[in-house]
């Protein structure tokens, strides 16, 4: 195996071949070759790539470089944005720093695994880590999963295996909970420890059941009395999910009253018989709703001029196996339909109940469009209008159907090319119109926060780009950018 420790012994052996056919011949020696490392840059060369401030306010490498030790990691690090802040972890081993992006402050680090992420209760986004605790009989492992916000702390701790973490709320599922088997009685805590809500899940009866039996048929079930699994959380709404197509909306600040109840059966919203229902994400409209401007960033006040409050709003995917999905907008509290929306593929979830949100979903706030991965059909993505309930565009020849979307930046979308000869290779397009803003960049952006700034790789350096107008910003210089000494890195 070829290894670099290796490299310094072939160049001393050959250097002594070439000294000794020097003695041999009488020519004088040659010049031992350079092996001290190529200074990393401390200067970002060329313009700044799309939807960013024109100079990176500081670089994580090296010496003068504002990065944690983790960068040294022999494996590299691979860094996601989360909130406002850059989370940075080892490709060797579990451990991670959660840093600050607009000054670089470490706001945690530590050696648990990151489960997922989620949301905090007060509505920005969290970390979900867990710690394994070994014993003698590896079927009674204890695992402590601990939340923390973005700014570092610890929202909430457990280790009851009936306990799970959910967008904010703590939800105690019966003993022996199963997706197979999802009824009994469940709890709903606020992260805090106080009990918001509980409800018993009961098997509907057997349609078979003979003839003559008490029960009541599943349809005339009233809704108040029908409950479900919790499949996701927004502040003080509880969504349940009964694996039979139906959603509920409860409210937590009134001992889980039922707000609304939708169904896949519901002609307005025209799914699949029994669909499962999937909560895409939640969105503030501008006005009085659909098609009165543009939605904001979920949890952000939207801000349309006109002194109207803004209606905050869920949207759901209704799949089914094989019929194309659904896309349904309902108002949170009162669940008015505001549109409805049919995607070109199928978009089964392989799960009646399916808690947390569609994988791989990419808002752009700047211009109220969701991105929204299609599993089968003509196309694997389509950019949706929130606000007006319309498929913007989606991808059709294989050039598009190459790019794998990443992240939105203030309007643009930045994707990486699958199959490029050169490695890593981004394209980014308009948000709205998908017309090509550049294929070209200097630099590789790894990561942008929500409040705008973003992480480029250029030349083994890592710099840190401000948003657009931020305080102190200067114009960029020809040439690059100053930065501090050069020192050495490792790869990303």
């Known amino acids: 195996m070829r290894t670099w420790r290796r490299a310094p012994l072939v160049l001393a052996s050959a250097l002594a071949l070439l000294l000794g056919a020097a003695a041999c011949t009488g020519d004088p020696a040659p010049d031992p070759p350079d092996e001290s490392p190529r200074p990393l840059p401390t200067r970002y060369e060329g313009t700044a790539p799309p939807g960013i401030g024109p100079r990176p306010v500081r670089?994580?490498?090296?010496?003068?470089?504002?990065?944690?030790?983790?960068?040294?990691?022999?494996?590299?690090?691979?860094?996601?944005?989360?909130?406002?802040?850059?989370?940075?972890?080892?490709?060797?081993?579990?451990?991670?720093?959660?840093?600050?992006?607009?000054?670089?402050?470490?706001?945690?680090?530590?050696?648990?695994?990151?489960?997922?992420?989620?949301?905090?209760?007060?509505?920005?986004?969290?970390?979900?880590?867990?710690?394994?605790?070994?014993?003698?009989?590896?079927?009674?492992?204890?695992?402590?999963?601990?939340?923390?916000?973005?700014g570092g702390e610890t929202v909430w701790r457990g280790s009851d295996p009936r306990d799970t973490y959910l967008d904010g709320v703590v939800v105690r599922r019966p003993k022996g909970w199963s997706a197979e088997k999802p009824y009994g009685a469940f709890t709903v805590s606020a992260a805090d420890g106080a009990e918001l809500a509980d409800f018993e899940f009961t098997e509907p009866p057997d349609e078979e059941a003979e003839e003559g039996a008490e029960e009541e048929p599943p349809g005339d079930v009233p809704a108040e009395d029908r409950f479900g699994v919790p499949v996701g959380a927004h502040g003080d709404v509880l969504f349940l999910a009964d694996g039979a197509g139906r959603l509920q909306a409860r409210d937590l600040a009134d001992d889980g009253a039922l707000l609304w109840e939708g169904s896949a059966a519901d002609p307005d919203i025209a799914a699949a018989p029994q669909a499962a229902p999937r909560l895409v994400g939640f969105y503030d409209l501008p006005g009085d709703g659909p098609g009165t401007g543009t939605p904001s960033a979920s949890g952000t006040p939207a801000e349309d001029g006109g002194g109207d409050p803004a209606a905050r709003a869920v949207?759901?995917?209704?799949?089914?196996?094989?019929?194309?999905?659904?896309?349904?907008?309902?108002?949170?509290?009162?669940?008015?339909?505001?549109?409805?929306?049919?995607?070109?593929?199928?978009?089964?979830?392989?799960?009646?109940?399916?808690?947390?949100?569609?994988?791989?979903?990419?808002?752009?706030?700047?211009?109220?469009?969701?991105?929204?991965?299609?599993?089968?059909?003509?196309?694997?993505?389509?950019?949706?209008?929130?606000?007006?309930?319309?498929?913007?565009?989606?991808?059709?020849?294989?050039?598009?159907?190459?790019?794998?979307?990443?992240?939105?930046?203030?309007?643009?979308?930045?994707?990486?090319?699958?199959?490029?000869?050169?490695?890593?290779?981004?394209?980014?397009?308009?948000?709205?119109?998908?017309?090509?803003?550049?294929?070209?960049?200097?630099?590789?952006?790894?990561?942008?926060?929500?409040?705008?700034?973003?992480?480029?790789?250029?030349?083994?350096?890592?710099?840190?780009?401000?948003?657009?107008?931020?305080?102190?910003?200067?114009?960029?210089?020809?040439?690059?950018?100053?930065?501090?000494?050069?020192?050495?890195?490792?790869?990303?």
């Open 315 to 492: 949207l759901v995917r209704w799949a089914g196996a094989e019929d194309p999905s659904v896309l349904s907008l309902h108002d949170l509290r009162s669940g008015d339909l505001l549109w409805s929306l049919a995607e070109p593929g199928a978009n089964p979830s392989g799960a009646e109940i399916s808690p947390g949100p569609v994988p791989g979903t990419i808002e752009d706030p700047a211009t109220g469009t969701v991105l929204l991965p299609q599993g089968s059909g003509e196309t694997p993505m389509i950019a949706l209008d929130v606000a007006a309930g319309e498929i913007r565009w989606q991808f059709d020849d294989d050039a598009e159907r190459a790019l794998s979307p990443a992240f939105s930046l203030d309007g643009n979308l930045y994707g990486d090319t699958r199959g490029a000869e050169d490695g890593d290779s981004q394209t980014v397009l308009d948000t709205v119109t998908k017309d090509v803003v550049s294929d070209d960049l200097p630099g590789y952006v790894e990561a942008a926060t929500d409040d705008g700034y973003a992480l480029v790789i250029q030349d083994r350096q890592r710099f840190v780009f401000p948003p657009p107008g931020a305080p102190g910003e200067t114009p960029a210089t020809p040439g690059g950018t100053p930065g501090g000494t050069p020192g050495t890195t490792t790869g990303r």
């Open 59 to 150: 670089f994580l490498h090296g010496p003068g470089g504002e990065g944690p030790d983790l960068l040294d990691d022999p494996m590299g690090v691979r860094v996601q944005s989360v909130g406002d802040a850059f989370l940075i972890s080892s490709n060797s081993e579990d451990r991670h720093v959660l840093q600050r992006a607009a000054d670089g402050g470490t706001l945690w680090e530590g050696d648990r695994q990151v489960e997922r992420f989620s949301t905090a209760p007060d509505g920005g986004d969290a970390l979900v880590l867990s710690e394994h605790t070994a014993k003698k009989d590896a079927e009674k492992q204890r695992t402590t999963t601990t939340v923390i916000d973005t």
